[in-house]
């Protein structure tokens, strides 16, 4: 449940990355990077997201580990 909460929040924040820094959107250039083929539909970007857990950045990684 609270991973779902987690990344919920950081699919919110993905979705107005035309307005976020990256500092205030940790996971927009893993996103962009990573799951670009599957922007803009936010469950694929969050099933992408966690798939590649292992290699986001370490600020990304935070967002999915709270």
Do not use: Y
């Amino acid at each position: 449940m609270l991973i779902r909460i987690v990344v919920a929040t950081a699919l919110f924040a993905f979705a107005h990355h035309a307005e976020a820094s990256d500092a205030s959107n940790p996971c927009r250039g893993d996103a962009l990077r990573l799951c670009s083929g599957e922007i803009p539909n936010r469950e694929r970007i969050s099933t992408c997201l966690l798939g590649g857990k292992a290699v986001l950045s370490p600020d990304c990684q935070t967002m999915f580990t709270l």
